[in-house]
């Protein structure tokens, strides 16, 4: 897997600039470290779907959100992807934790990337086989985005059987477990729509520390 130094040093809050040298030895060590141990998967199901004003109705279950029914306008058929790192990322942090907080943020930066290059990965492939039938895929959109409230987790879980099938459940307070996961919705369109805003730049929360501002 080829990490992206540089969304590694943005999540660790290095906006623009790299790090000093001895640092960037201490990421480079973690970053061979995961990838040693790390092996990541996913599952994905394709589910008809009816965008409407004030959300997103998949099975007869409504996914309350405008800016997801926006995401998803003019798509008859969407995407239910989830991917994780497994439990061995979760034990990897939590040995860098006690050793050192220092060496747990690079950690929880480098899985942070791991997770989002894999996924990257796994959505072109899936475009590449649409394309062939005439479909393109809306970008990713999470629960936790915009105004999608982390609460679906339950309902996306339910129609996924995520727990069955990846090994990937919910806390009480709906967060995934293991905790380096994402679920997400991808929209079907017989429409292209190149040029179209995608992960930071498509998320509303413009106070968010890890916004990418750059893409």
Not at 11 to 34: C, F, R, S
Request: net charge positive; charged share 25%.
């Amino acid at each position: 897997m080829e990490i992206r130094r540089r969304e590694v040093w943005r999540y660790l809050g290095y906006q623009g600039t790299a790090p000093q040298p001895a640092e960037q030895q201490k990421i480079e060590a973690v970053i061979a470290q995961l990838e040693r141990s790390v092996a990541p998967r996913h599952i994905y199901l394709e589910k008809a779907c009816c965008a409407e004003r004030d959300g997103v109705v998949i099975e007869g279950i409504l996914f309350p959100s405008a800016l997801l029914a926006r995401n998803l306008a003019g798509c008859g058929r969407v995407i239910l992807i989830a991917a994780t790192l497994g439990v061995e990322a979760d034990l990897q942090v939590r040995r860098y934790q006690a050793r050192s907080m220092a060496d747990a943020a690079i950690a929880q930066a480098v899985c942070a990337e791991m997770l989002e290059y894999y996924l990257d990965g796994v959505c072109r492939e899936i475009a590449a086989e649409k394309e062939r039938s005439g479909l393109f895929l809306r970008p990713r959109y999470s629960p936790g985005y915009g105004d999608l409230a982390l609460e679906t987790q339950r309902d996306f879980f339910a129609l996924l059987d995520c727990r069955r099938r990846l090994g990937v459940s919910l806390t009480d307070g709906n967060m995934m477990t293991p905790t380096k996961s994402v679920t997400a919705f991808i929209g079907l369109s017989h429409t292209c729509r190149r040029g179209e805003k995608s992960g930071c730049q498509a998320c509303s929360k413009q106070d968010c520390a890890f916004r990418n501002w750059e893409s």
